[in-house]
């Protein structure tokens, strides 16, 4: 059973042995608003924990895409770059960003749980 987990930039991930699938969060697309573009990292690129991943762009404003922990990419989901509605519509499923694989599972010791998450999500945005 693999569990998700959650960053404080709206990232959520989930590990299903040494591969982790990467996307932003319902709360996320709720605070941009209607996305109309999205940028993902190369296959093969290595990316660092909190590191930038890709930008997301919406009606209201551009934002960053960060890696919830370290790894090498490799798979993106091109259904999203070519239709980034989709990531308004299924954000925390079918609207996966990239896919890793982990470096260091210890990493994700750091990110939250959904409950967590939710209680984080509500007292930011208040």
């Given at each position: 059973?693999?569990?998700v987990?959650?960053?404080?930039e709206h990232?959520?991930i989930?590990i299903?042995?040494d591969?982790?699938?990467?996307g932003?969060?319902?709360?996320?697309?709720?605070?941009?608003?209607?996305?109309?573009?999205?940028e993902?990292?190369?296959?093969?690129?290595n990316?660092?924990k909190?590191?930038?991943?890709?930008?997301v762009e919406?009606?209201k404003?551009a934002s960053d895409?960060?890696?919830?922990?370290s790894?090498?990419?490799?798979?993106?989901?091109q259904?999203?770059?070519d239709?980034?509605?989709?990531?308004?519509?299924?954000?925390?499923?079918s609207a996966w960003?990239?896919?890793?694989?982990?470096?260091?599972?210890?990493?994700?010791d750091t990110?939250?749980n959904?409950?967590?998450?939710?209680?984080?999500a509500?007292?930011s945005?208040?």
């Open positions: 059973m693999s569990e987990k959650y960053s404080k990232e959520w989930k299903d042995g591969v982790a699938t990467v932003i969060t319902k709360h996320a697309t709720e605070l941009l608003g209607d996305i109309v573009f999205a993902l990292p190369e296959k093969g690129s990316v660092e909190d590191g930038t991943a890709g930008v919406s009606t404003a895409v960060y890696t919830p922990i790894g090498e990419v490799v798979d993106i989901n259904t999203i770059v239709d980034p509605s989709k990531i308004n519509q299924d954000p925390e499923s960003f990239f896919k890793l694989k982990v470096k260091d599972k210890s990493e994700m990110l939250m959904k409950e967590d998450y939710d209680k984080f509500k007292e945005s208040s």
